[in-house]
C-alpha cells in the first residue's frame, strides 16, 4: 500500500475570500512525446508578458517519448524563481502518475485533469475540474492523428480562464512561439486553447483560489535557457574552434551555439565561416580538439557533462602541465555513471577542481543565472588565455535547460583579451624567449604560436617533464621549479576569478555559502527564515574557484557558516577543507541536496532550522 | 705572407635554408632504430623541397616514435601529445590556423591499439596531414609487449607468439577516407625519399605505413618485422620519382610505362611500374593487392593510393581563408546591433 495514502475523511478547506494573486506553482503532469512542451511554453510566457516574474522547470525521463514528464510553472510577484515544493494547481494528463500527483498535493489544491480518470473519487479536500481533452479537441483538430499533440493546448485555455490569464496573451506567446513561417499550426493550437476556455467558463461554477493580475515586473526581460546564454557568450567571446560530443544536459549549448554562429559569423562578403565547429568522435577526441586548438591560438571550447568530464581527465591534465587555454563548459546531471540523466546536480565540482593524475588544480566559473551564462563564459575565455589553462564553467541541468526570465544581456564593454603571445615582431626585439619562465611574477610565461615565422619562434610542446625552455627534464630542481611556479599561478588566478556576492545581515550568527543554482533557494530561505522564524542569516554566493579572501572574511564573521551543495557528498564544503586550515574548516556545517530536483528553499529552511536547533 | 683563404658556399635549399635547419635534436633512440631512418628522410624532403620549417607543426603521441618529432625539424613547433589522440591534437591546431603544415608521427601500438578510434576518425575526416606510422609490430618503452599490428603467428623475443590477426592500417586508411596511402621500409632510403616528398605535395590526409625495426626488442628470428624478414618478404610495387614544382619538368623524359600524376602544388609523382600492373587511382584493387599480398606473406611497399580531388574536412567547413585563431576581434565578435536583434527576440 501506498504511504502517500490520505484519508478520504478529510473535506474541503474552506475557500478564503480574496484569492492569492500572483504567487502560485502549476504542475503539469504529461507524457514526454506528447507535444506539451509547446503548452507549456506558452502557457509560461503569458504569465511573463502580463509582467508576473515566473519560472518554467522541465522534470523529463531519459527517454524519447511515453514516459510521465512534469513541468512546474512558478509565478512569483515577490520574484522567487527557484523551484517551489508545494503544487496549488494540478493539470493531470497522464494516467500513469495521476493517481501518484494527486496523492501528494496539499489539502486545497486545485486538480484539472483528464475526466476520464476519474480523479475525483481520490481525495474530497481538492477542487477537482475535469475536462473531457477528446471531446473537446475532435471538433477543433479534424486531422485525427495531429489530435494528440493539440489536445494539450486545450489545458492552457483552461487554466487561462480558472487564472484570469489574457486570452491576448495566450495568443502572442502562442505566435511567437510557432513564428511566421508555422502560422497554421499556431491557428489549430489556438482553436483548442480557445476551446478549453470556452469550457471552462461555460462548465465551472466555482473558480480556483488563485488568479493573475497584470504586474510590470518583467518589462525589457528575455526569456533564455543557461545553454543558450552560454552559447551567446561563447560567440561574443569570440569562439573559433568548438568541439563537442552530445551529452544531455550539455548538447543544447553547442546546438545553440551552431545557430547563432551560422547566423552571425560568417563572412558578409565571402560567406565563410570565422570559426569551426566539429562533432567530434567521443569526449576524449572533443577536448583533444580544443586542446590543439587552443595550442595553435584559437579561442576554443568544448561542451560536456560528468561522464564526459571522466574521459577527459587525462588530456585535462595535459592541458594544465603543458599550459593550453581551452575553456570547457560542465552543464552537471546526476551522477556517478549514467546516474540519472535527466535530473539537475552539482556533482561535478571536487572531480574537476583537481581533475586528472599528479597535482592538478583548475579554475571555475560558477554561472547563477543566464546574466551570468553570459558574462562569465566571456571572462572564462579570457582567464584562459590569460593564464594559459583549461578553465572550466561550471552550470547544470537546471540553469542550461530551462527556461529562465533574465535581464537583457549588455554588450561586452572589454575588448577580447589574448595573453601573453609573443609574435616575429616581439621575438626579433627580445631575441628570443623562454616559454615556461615566469618573467613577471605571476607564473605565467609567454608563448608563441605554431606558424610563428621567426627563427627563435618555436618550442616543443610536452605533457612530460620540461625546464623553463620547454626541453625534456628528468630533474629534480626542474620539475620541482616547474610545480611550484604552477601552484604560483594558481594563487595569482585567486586575485582575477569573479569575487563573491556578500549580503550580510544585521547581527547574523550563521551564514550561508553557496554556488549557482542553489542560489535561489537560499536566497528565498534567507527570507522565510528572516519573515517566518526570525533567523538573520548572511549568504556569500560563490562565482568561482580558487577561493578568495572574501570567503575566509566571510567565515569569520560568522558563528556558523552552512555550505549548501548539491550533492551527496557535500564537495564543495570538501574542497573547502582541503584549502583552509582546520579553525576555519571548524565553523562549516553542510547542507546538502541531491534528489535530482532543483533546490527549493523550504527544503533549505527546515534544514537550518533542524541543524540549529529550533 | 698572408693568404686569404675563401670559404666554400654554404649549400642552401631553394628558400635559402641549409640542412643543418631542418635538424632537431640528437635522437635518444637505439643505435639502428627504424625510427632514426625516418627522421633522416623527413629532414632531407623538407630540406629538398624548401619547406618553411617555421610553418610546420609536429604532432605526435607516446611511445619511442613519439619521442622522434623532437629529433628533427626543431624550428617548428612540436606537440607531444597523450597516447592514441595524436589526431584529435592536430586536428585542433589545422582548425585553428589551416596555413600550417601538419606532420604526425605516430606508432603502432599508438595508432593501431590505443589510438585506432582517433585514427579511423581522422581517416573519416580527411584532415589534411602528414600521418607517419613508425611501424615495428612491438611497444618499444615498455620493452617489447605485442601491438595490434603484430603479425598472426610472429613471436617474441621471448618466444611467445601472438595469435591474434593484425590490423593492416593501410587498408583501413584506404577503405575510410584517407586521400594518400603508402607503405615503405625504412631501410629503403629513395622510396621513402619520393613517397615523403609526395605527402609533402599532397593537400589530405596521407597516411604512410613505414615498417621499421626495433632493434632492441623485435628484430629477431620470428619477427615479421625485422630487418631480415623485410630483405626476404618485401613487395616493392613502383619506382617512384618525385619531380617539385619549382624543377624544370620538361628535363628529364622517363622511359618506360611511367604514370604521371600532378600534385596540388604542381610537383609531379612519376611511378614506374614494376613487375604487377598497378593503377594507384584505383582504391579497390589497391585494397586487392593488400589482401592478395598478405595472403602470399609479402610485405606490399609503394604507393597504395592517391586521390588529389577529393575535398578536405576543411573545405567541407567552408572556413575563411585565413587561420581562424588569428582573426581580429572585429571579424570574431558580433556587433552590438546583432545582440540587441538576439535580445529582441528572446523578449
Given at each position: 500500500m501506498s504511504t502517500l495514502e490520505v484519508s478520504p475523511a478529510v473535506s474541503l478547506p474552506e475557500q478564503a475570500s480574496h484569492p492569492v494573486v500572483n504567487d502560485f506553482s502549476i504542475q503539469v503532469a504529461t507524457v514526454n512525446g506528447s507535444g506539451s512542451q509547446t503548452a507549456n511554453t506558452v502557457l509560461m510566457r503569458s504569465i511573463f508578458q502580463m509582467g508576473i516574474p515566473v519560472s518554467g522547470k522541465n522534470m523529463f525521463p531519459?527517454?524519447?517519448?511515453g514516459l510521465p514528464t512534469w513541468f512546474t510553472i512558478r509565478a512569483s510577484k515577490k520574484g522567487y524563481i527557484g523551484r517551489r515544493?508545494?503544487?496549488?494547481i494540478l493539470v493531470a494528463m497522464n494516467a500513469e502518475t495521476a493517481r501518484e500527483d494527486v496523492l501528494k498535493l496539499n489539502s486545497g489544491a486545485a486538480v484539472i485533469y483528464d475526466?476520464?480518470?476519474?480523479?475525483?473519487?481520490?481525495?474530497?479536500d481538492l477542487h477537482f475540474f475535469p475536462v473531457p481533452f477528446d471531446k473537446l479537441v475532435a471538433p477543433v483538430c479534424p486531422e485525427a492523428k495531429l489530435r494528440k499533440l493539440v489536445r494539450n493546448m486545450i489545458y492552457d485555455g483552461v487554466v487561462a480562464q480558472l487564472l484570469s490569464i489574457e486570452m491576448d496573451e495566450i495568443y502572442k506567446a502562442l505566435v511567437k512561439q510557432f513564428g511566421k513561417k508555422k502560422a497554421k499550426a499556431a491557428e489549430l493550437n489556438w482553436g483548442a486553447c480557445k476551446a478549453g476556455h470556452d469550457f471552462a467558463a461555460k462548465t465551472f461554477t466555482t473558480g480556483v483560489p488563485y488568479r493573475v493580475e497584470r504586474m510590470?515586473?518583467?518589462?525589457g526581460k528575455i526569456i533564455i535557457d543557461g545553454n543558450a546564454a552560454c552559447a551567446l557568450g561563447c560567440m561574443f567571446a569570440g569562439v573559433t574552434v568548438v568541439t563537442w560530443y552530445p551529452i544531455t544536459p550539455s548538447s543544447s549549448l553547442v546546438e545553440s551555439l551552431i545557430g547563432y554562429m551560422r547566423r552571425f559569423?560568417?563572412?558578409?562578403?565571402?560567406?565563410?565561416?570565422?570559426y569551426a565547429i566539429v562533432q567530434a568522435e567521443d569526449e576524449l577526441a572533443s577536448i583533444g580538439m580544443a586542446l590543439g586548438g587552443g595550442w595553435a591560438g584559437a579561442r576554443s571550447m568544448t561542451a560536456t557533462a560528468g561522464p564526459g568530464i571522466s574521459l577527459m581527465s587525462e588530456f585535462i591534465g595535459l592541458g594544465y602541465y603543458a599550459e593550453i587555454p581551452v575553456v570547457v563548459f560542465d552543464v552537471e546531471r546526476v551522477g556517478?555513471?549514467?546516474?540519472?540523466?535527466?535530473r539537475t546536480q552539482q556533482g561535478d565540482v571536487l572531480t574537476t577542481a583537481l581533475l586528472?593524475?599528479?597535482?592538478t588544480k583548475h579554475p571555475m566559473f560558477f554561472p547563477c543565472s543566464p546574466e551570468e551564462c553570459f558574462s562569465m563564459t566571456i571572462e572564462a575565455f579570457d582567464f584562459a588565455e590569460k593564464f594559459q589553462t583549461p578553465v572550466f564553467v561550471m552550470t547544470d541541468l537546471d540553469l542550461g535547460m530551462n527556461n529562465w526570465m533574465a535581464d537583457g544581456f549588455p554588450y561586452p564593454e572589454k575588448p577580447i583579451a589574448r595573453g601573453k603571445v609573443l609574435d616575429a615582431a616581439d621575438l626579433d626585439r627580445l631575441g628570443g624567449f623562454a616559454r615556461y619562465k615566469d618573467v613577471d611574477g605571476d607564473g605565467v610565461g609567454y608563448r608563441t604560436l605554431p606558424?610563428?615565422?621567426?627563427?627563435?619562434g618555436s618550442y616543443f610542446t610536452r605533457g612530460s617533464g620540461h625546464n623553463e625552455k620547454a626541453q625534456y627534464t628528468e630533474r629534480e630542481d626542474d620539475y620541482i621549479n616547474n610545480m611550484d611556479r604552477l601552484a604560483h599561478k594558481f594563487e595569482v588566478m585567486s586575485k582575477h576569478i569573479p569575487e563573491p556576492l556578500v549580503t550580510v545581515a544585521p547581527n547574523a550568527k550563521i551564514g550561508f555559502v553557496a554556488f549557482g543554482t542553489s542560489d535561489y533557494a537560499v536566497r528565498e530561505s534567507c527570507d522565510q527564515l528572516r519573515e517566518e522564524y526570525q533567523i538573520g542569516a548572511s549568504y556569500l554566493r560563490l562565482?568561482?574557484?580558487?577561493?578568495?579572501q572574501h570567503l575566509l572574511d566571510f567565515i569569520a564573521q560568522h558563528d556558523r557558516v552552512y555550505v549548501v551543495d548539491q550533492?551527496?557528498?557535500a564537495q564543495l564544503l570538501g574542497l573547502m577543507r582541503l584549502d583552509f586550515e582546520p579553525a576555519v574548516v571548524a565553523k562549516l556545517r553542510s547542507l546538502r541536496y541531491y534528489g535530482g530536483l532543483p533546490l527549493d528553499a523550504r527544503t533549505v529552511t527546515d534544514e537550518i532550522l533542524r541543524q540549529e536547533g529550533k | 705572407m698572408s693568404t686569404t683563404v675563401t670559404p666554400p658556399p654554404k649549400k642552401v635549399n631553394h628558400i635559402g635554408l641549409?640542412?643543418?635547419?631542418y635538424r632537431g635534436g640528437k635522437?635518444?633512440?637505439?643505435?639502428?632504430?627504424?625510427h632514426n631512418s625516418i627522421s633522416e628522410r623527413v629532414v632531407e624532403a623538407f630540406y629538398d623541397l624548401g619547406v618553411?620549417?617555421?610553418n610546420v607543426a609536429k604532432f605526435s603521441g607516446i611511445g619511442c616514435s613519439s619521442k622522434?618529432?623532437?629529433?628533427?625539424?626543431?624550428l617548428s613547433h612540436g606537440f607531444n601529445g597523450v597516447h592514441g589522440r595524436m589526431p584529435a591534437i592536430a586536428t585542433g591546431a589545422i582548425l585553428a590556423n589551416r596555413t600550417l603544415m601538419g606532420l604526425g608521427v605516430s606508432g603502432d601500438g599508438d595508432?593501431?591499439?590505443?589510438g585506432l578510434g582517433q585514427f579511423m576518425h581522422m581517416v573519416r575526416r580527411n584532415i589534411p596531414l602528414i600521418y607517419i606510422i613508425e611501424n615495428n609490430g612491438v611497444y618499444g618503452l615498455t620493452k617489447g609487449q605485442f601491438s595490434?599490428?603484430?603479425?598472426?603467428g610472429s613471436t617474441l623475443k621471448t618466444g611467445l607468439a601472438n595469435d591474434l590477426p593484425p590490423f593492416d592500417t593501410c587498408a583501413l586508411a584506404l577503405k575510410w577516407g584517407a586521400t594518400f596511402v603508402a607503405r615503405s621500409f625504412s631501410g629503403d632510403k629513395k622510396q621513402l625519399q619520393a613517397i615523403m616528398k609526395t605527402a609533402i605535395a599532397h593537400r589530405g590526409l596521407t597516411v604512410i605505413d613505414v615498417i621499421s625495426?626495433?632493434?632492441?626488442?623485435?628484430?629477431?628470428?620470428?619477427?615479421?618485422?625485422?630487418y631480415s624478414y623485410m630483405k626476404d618478404h618485401e613487395e616493392v610495387l613502383q619506382e617512384l620519382d618525385f619531380v617539385p614544382?619549382?624543377?624544370?619538368?620538361?628535363?628529364e623524359i622517363p622511359e618506360g610505362e611511367v604514370r604521371d600524376v600532378q600534385m596540388h602544388d604542381g610537383s609531379h609523382l612519376r611511378i614506374r611500374k614494376l613487375e604487377r600492373d598497378f593503377d594507384p587511382t584505383d582504391r579497390f584493387k589497391a585494397l586487392q593487392a593488400l589482401e592478395e599480398s598478405e595472403a602470399k606473406g609479402e610485405v606490399l611497399t609503394g604507393v597504395l593510393y592517391l586521390n588529389t580531388e577529393k575535398p578536405t574536412f576543411l573545405d567541407l567547413l567552408?572556413?575563411?581563408?585565413?587561420?581562424?585563431?588569428?582573426?581580429p576581434e572585429s571579424r570574431v565578435r558580433p556587433s552590438k546591433s546583432v545582440l540587441d536583434s538576439v535580445m529582441e527576440e528572446l523578449r
Open positions: 531519459s527517454n524519447i517519448a515544493k508545494e503544487v496549488d475526466e476520464p480518470l476519474k480523479l475525483n473519487e481520490l481525495r474530497s510590470n515586473a518583467t518589462a559569423r560568417h563572412d558578409p562578403e565571402t560567406g565563410k565561416a570565422t556517478p555513471s549514467t546516474g540519472l540523466p535527466t586528472s593524475h599528479g597535482d606558424g610563428t615565422n621567426h627563427p627563435k562565482k568561482g574557484y580558487p577561493f578568495t550533492n551527496r557528498d | 641549409e640542412v643543418v635547419q635522437t635518444t633512440l637505439c643505435a639502428g632504430c627504424g618553411n620549417p617555421y622522434s618529432p623532437a629529433y628533427f625539424l626543431g595508432t593501431a591499439s590505443i595490434a599490428t603484430a603479425d598472426l625495426p626495433c632493434v632492441t626488442f623485435n628484430d629477431h628470428t620470428g619477427s615479421t618485422k625485422s614544382y619549382f624543377e624544370d619538368i620538361s628535363v567552408h572556413m575563411v581563408d585565413e587561420p581562424v585563431a588569428t582573426l
